[in-house]
C-alpha cells in the first residue's frame, strides 16, 4: 500500500552536508514520516519525524540544531537536510511511514511505522 525510497546518501567530510530523500507511492495516507539510523552493531534508532498532517516535527537530542526534517505534499517526499555532520552520523538511514490515519503514536519509536525503506548510507569520515 505504501512504497518508499530513499536517495541522497554518500560520503563526506566532517562539517559538511547532505540532504536525503524520501518519496513514497501508493493509495494509504502516512500520517507520520520519519527518518531512522543504524550503525553496524547498534539498534535502530529514531532520528527525526513529521506529522504530515499539521507538519510538527520531532528530533533526537542528537541532532537538534543540525538536522531538519521537511515534507513536499505536491511530491510526496520528506526530505532530511543534515548539516554540520560528525563521524558518529555514519550509518545506513532508513525512511519510514505510518500509513492510515489513527491515534497519536510516540514520533522517534520503531514501533510506530509499518513501512520502510531500504536505506541509504551515510558516511561521514573525520
Known amino acids: 500500500q505504501v512504497q518508499l525510497v530513499e536517495s541522497g546518501g554518500g560520503s563526506v567530510q566532517a562539517g559538511g552536508s547532505l540532504r536525503l530523500s524520501c518519496t513514497a507511492s501508493?493509495?494509504?495516507?502516512?500520517?507520520?514520516m520519519g527518518w531512522f539510523r543504524q550503525a553496524p552493531g547498534k539498534e535502530r534508532e529514531g532520528v527525526a519525524s513529521i506529522y504530515t498532517g499539521a507538519g510538527h516535527t520531532y528530533y533526537a537530542d542528537s541532532v537538534k540544531g543540525r538536522f531538519t526534517i521537511s515534507q513536499d505534499n505536491a511530491k510526496n517526499t520528506v526530505y532530511l537536510q543534515m548539516n554540520s555532520l560528525k563521524p558518529e552520523d555514519t550509518a545506513l538511514y532508513y525512511c519510514a511511514a505510518r500509513g492510515g490515519i489513527g491515534v497519536s503514536f510516540t514520533p522517534l519509536l520503531r514501533e510506530t511505522y509499518n513501512y520502510w525503506g531500504q536505506g541509504t548510507q551515510v558516511t561521514v569520515s573525520s
Open positions: 501508493g493509495t494509504t495516507y502516512r500520517s507520520y
